[in-house]
């Protein structure tokens, strides 16, 4: 059964500081990873997507890797900003037709205190 | 900009009620999704549709069923409505997907709609 687990589940940091989302996955055979942000109250909304010839990529302070090998990925923030109070949710998605369906990772909650 | 929007963001109902949640994508996507999303739980996909008059089943189908009568609207129903279905309710939608490696394009979320039954 495909499955994304993310670590930790939480996460609180002081503004100003970096972090790193972890995100392991068994999704097979692998097409592509995303990472959302979901702010509270709000819908997910994309950050980066990596297919499986990229091994980072960035959007502005994010920064995400992928080790296709290790089947492995994290979103890097750098100079932590309170707008980044969210939730992080990796989601991975199978590359045949019969199971086309992303799998979601239950997402990391990171609070950032000033 | 996609835009997905969706018809309350909160709703509260009775026990028993039927419930409608309407999802509206003015981005000509052929595929929409429904989610719940709970604490600690993440999103779990309740259907899906892929054409018009086509969906199906998710990962917990139970309770619901859903209508799609025209490609920019995904309905999901609530038969009746059971305090355990009291959770946020997120619908997404996205373009073609490509057949022949299956690969999904980015889904649009829309705002989320908090159902309430009490």
């Known amino acids: 059964k495909n499955q994304v687990e993310q670590s930790p589940q939480s996460l609180i940091i002081l503004e100003g500081k970096n972090c790193t989302l972890q995100c392991n996955y068994t999704v097979s055979p692998f097409s592509n990873l995303r990472w959302y942000k979901q702010d509270t109250g709000r819908g997910p909304v994309s950050l980066t997507i990596?297919?499986?010839?990229?091994n980072t990529k960035s959007n502005g302070r994010y920064t995400a890797t992928l080790d296709a090998d290790t089947k492995q990925s994290s979103l890097h923030i750098t100079a932590s900003q309170l707008s980044d109070s969210a939730s992080y949710i990796c989601v991975v998605s199978a590359s045949t037709g019969g199971s086309y369906i992303p799998t979601f990772g239950r997402g990391t909650s990171l609070i950032v205190h000033p | 900009d996609v835009k997905v929007t969706q018809s309350s963001r909160y709703l509260v109902k009775r026990t028993g009620e039927k419930v409608f949640l309407e999802c509206v994508q003015d981005m000509d996507h052929e595929n929409m999704f429904w989610y719940r999303q709970d604490p600690g739980l993440g999103l779990r996909l309740i259907y899906f549709s892929y054409d018009v008059k086509m969906k199906e089943k998710g990962d917990i189908p139970e309770g619901y069923s859903v209508s799609r009568e025209k490609k920019e609207r995904f309905s999901l129903i609530l038969e009746s409505a059971s305090t355990n279905q009291t959770s946020m309710y997120l619908c997404?939608?996205?373009?073609?997907?490509?057949?022949?490696?299956?690969?999904?394009?980015?889904?649009?979320f829309g705002p989320g709609t908090r159902l309430t039954v009490t």
């Open positions: 990596m297919t499986f010839s990229e």
């Open positions: 997404a939608s996205s373009s073609s997907i490509d057949r022949d490696r299956g690969e999904l394009y980015e889904q649009y």
